[in-house]
């Protein structure tokens, strides 16, 4: 091997360390985004059981005028649910765009390599 077909292998060496260790980051990061996500939705379905359990143990303590009460409490929760599950859409929506973000930049590293790649290619040629 030539000192020049030498050097660029090294440089090709070089640019495969570079992108390797990133796009590892962008697939731990995503799989930390789904852990987040699955927590959530754990998180969401036991507060749901849980308000589903507190509503039965309610409805057999309650009476005459404790419905009412009960009733408004219902409502309060029922609200609070909505207002959660509203801010769970947003982050949702936050993180797909996020998610569509960080596609867009790998789609362009993935290009820049492709042109070094095709650049190194030529040299080698030449």
Do not use: C
């Not at 985004?33 to 303590?61: A, C, N, V, Y």
């Amino acid at each position: 091997m030539d000192p020049k077909e030498r050097w660029e292998q090294e440089q090709l060496n070089e640019l495969e360390g570079f992108f390797v260790p990133e796009q590892l980051t962008l697939i731990q990061d995503e799989l930390e985004q789904l852990e987040q996500i699955d927590w959530i939705q754990q998180l969401k379905e036991d507060e749901q059981i849980q308000l589903e359990q507190w509503i039965q143990e309610q409805s057999i303590e309650m009476k005459g005028v404790h419905i009412l009460e009960y009733i408004s409490q219902l409502e309060d929760d029922i609200e609070q649910l909505k207002q959660i599950d509203a801010v769970e859409e947003m982050r949702e929506e936050i993180e797909e765009e996020q998610q569509q973000e960080r596609n867009n930049e790998e789609l362009i590293q993935l290009e820049q390599w492709e042109h070094l790649a095709f650049l190194a290619q030529q040299l080698n040629q030449n």
